[in-house]
Structure formats: structure tokens, C-alpha cells
């Protein structure tokens, strides 16, 4: 889904890890709950899914300096958020809400 205001550059995209963003850069890539339920939190081949494509396409459309926000639930370390922590931790804030 695309969208913007008439008259402004600035426009919107929504995809998913499925989807497509070919000829799209971004200065602001918003990630928002990309592990649906306990079975994906422990399957190995979505996690490394969702870090194949961050790595190999969303990162290759986000401009220089670009600002990601990553909203999701800690199902396991090794999720989304565990591995850019552990990639570049000194580019990371977290910020931690307590269900």
C-alpha cells in the first residue's frame, strides 16, 4: 500500500518480509511486530528470514542516515531486535515496556 499528501513528497509504504519495495528508499523504515505468534518466535528459518531481508533488501532501500524504529514483542534472543543488538549494539536504544 502506498500513499501520500497532495502536493508533498513525502509519501508511505506499507509492505511485509514477504513483500516487495523495489525502487523505494526510505529516511524512515518502520519494522512493527514482525514474529506473529510462538510458533514463528521458535522457528529458526523465519527469524533468519526476517534478518536475510532486513540485511540484503531493507537496508540497501533505507537513505543515508535513515532512522529505524522496530517495534515487536522479545519472544526469544535471537529475534529481530537480539540480532541488530548484537550486530551494532553502540547504534541501539532500547526502550522496554513491561506488559
Known sequence: MKWSLEGSYASYLATSF???VTGMRGNIIIIDDPIKNDKEAVNVTVKEGHWNYLKNT???RALP???WVIVL???APDDLAGKLLEADP???????ITA
Not at 90 to 96: A, I, S
Open 58 to 60: 531493507l537496508s540497501s
Open 65 to 67: 542516515g535513515a532512522l
Open 18 to 20: 514477504d513483500g516487495t
Open 73 to 75: 514483542t522479545r519472544w
Open 90 to 96: 553502540d547504534k541501539c536504544h532500547v526502550l522496554e
